[in-house]
């Protein structure tokens, strides 16, 4: 029912910046919890970044703090992920999920990163290379 479609992977030098998008059919965006994962073969995936569409509160993992942001436009029902000063080590088919609860940190209600998402994309590849 739920359809995520990634696009904007691609092969790019180290410091150079590429942007993700995330469209979502069948499913309205606005007040869940979106989320950007990674995988490279042999390892586990890998959460990056998240976001509640309602409570705008964003969660990084700390490897990709400063220089990624995650984003959302509710007209265009998409979420986003720019990557600014690309590694060597992002290199990774990177997905996009949804699903989760939001969860109280601190007092406020966030979004999980590494957990809870029930509903995922194909994925889009980026490569970096140095």
Known sequence: QVQLVESGGGSVQAGGSLRLSCVASGYEILGKCMAWFRQVPGKEREG??????????????????????????????????????????????????????????????????????????QGTQVTVSS
């Open 48 to 121: 990056v970044a998240s976001l509640g569409t309602g409570s705008l509160v964003t969660s990084y993992t700390d490897s990709v703090k400063g220089r990624f942001t995650i984003s959302h436009d509710n007209a265009k029902n998409a979420v986003y992920l720019q990557m600014n000063s690309l590694k060597v080590e992002d290199t990774a088919m990177y997905f996009c999920a949804t699903g989760a609860v939001a969860h109280r940190r601190g007092g406020e209600i966030a979004c999980p990163t590494s957990s809870g998402y029930t509903d995922w994309g």
